[in-house]
């Protein structure tokens, strides 16, 4: 049984920064690991994705600049750097990952695990 964990969410101002972290139970080194997020009333969108068989990297338009998903090659943990954070950030944010995979994906229904979501709030 494969799990997500992810921490890191909180309350921030406009312009400030946060970092999330997931965890993911598995040795399997290919993977592909993203972030999602989904906010009130809308759909859960991809915000990046990572393939740790090359990590190779996709970000959304609008979070391109302000965001950085990257990984600690010891310890397997996923993090996705926060920073310019704007009120439209404000969502659930979501980790999940594909595991045995040869190449990495950008839509949530291609990721079969998820962790619980942490709540991320950008107030203005």
Known sequence: ??????????????????RLSCVVSTTNYKR?????RQAPGKERETVATIYTGGDTTYYTNSVKGRFTIYRDYVEGTLYL????????????????????????????????????GTQVTVSS
């Open 81 to 116: 750097q926060m920073n310019k954070l704007k009120p439209e950030d404000t969502a659930i944010y979501y980790c999940a990952a594909a595991i045995g995979v040869s190449r990495c994906y950008y839509t949530p229904d291609d990721f079969l695990y998820w962790g619980q």
């Open 32 to 36: 592909c690991m993203g972030w999602f």
């Open 1 to 18: 049984q494969v799990k997500v964990v992810e921490s890191g969410g909180g309350s921030v101002q406009t312009g400030g920064s946060l």
